[in-house]
């Protein structure tokens, strides 16, 4: 089977799993919390506010399900299977994303929609499009971090540091930390970027063009060079467990 032929398939797959593995249900029990804090929110709420609520899933759905399902498959020798199989790592790891960030995607415009009820076409198009980039680059990283993680514990060892530092970047989002000094401390943050392109797709007035051309570029380049990385990383830690 091609490599063409192969990724569908296992896009078919991988969401069969994931629904097994009752990924979906828990999506939809943090949809509905977030949901919930958002529909609380008093109708005058910044679109800061709204926006911070929405940067926290991509790290609950992207990055933490990708990490349970790499662990899940490699505690079931799925990834044994798969060294024999016409599957490549990239295919793998591509059907991870792909699946994973489209399940944020879906669950971020929900909030969108609750928030910001009756959504109107150009500002779902708009958070689509941020949500995308943001999704993608928090499964990437979720891919990179468990590919060498002995288990979950260790997984969150690692990634509550790495959230704690990506939460930072509330400070210049809340204007706590304005102007050049935004840039400076926090421009080389991805949370920062992050937050600017949810920002941007709320109102695109209060981010200038410079700022949305800087969130989207940025988390495209960082999402691509972290795909390649876990690609990489997968091959040489991952599938050597399965021998």
Known sequence: MTAVRMLPTLLAWEMRVQARAG????????TLAFATILAL????????VVTAILFLDPAVVGTGFVAAAILMDRSQNTLAALAVSPA???????????????LTVAGGLVLAAVAYWPLSSARAVRFAAALTVTGAFGVAIGVVLVATARSMNHF????????????????PHFGVVDGPWAWIGFGW???YPMLLALLWAADP????????VYAFVVLTVMTAALAVWSVRLVATNVARGTE
Not at 205 to 212: C, N, R
């Open 88 to 102: 490549r790592t990239a295919d793998y790891v591509a059907a991870k994303m792909i699946t994973l960030t489209l």
């Open 205 to 212: 007035a209060q981010v200038t063009p410079g700022e949305a």
């Open 156 to 171: 969150i060892a690692r990634a509550f540091p790495l959230s704690l530092v990506l939460y930072l970047s509330f400070l």
């Open 23 to 30: 990924i979906y249900v828990f999506t939809a029990i943090t």
């Open 189 to 191: 943050n991805p949370g």
């Open 41 to 48: 929110l008093p109708d005058a709420a910044p679109d800061t």
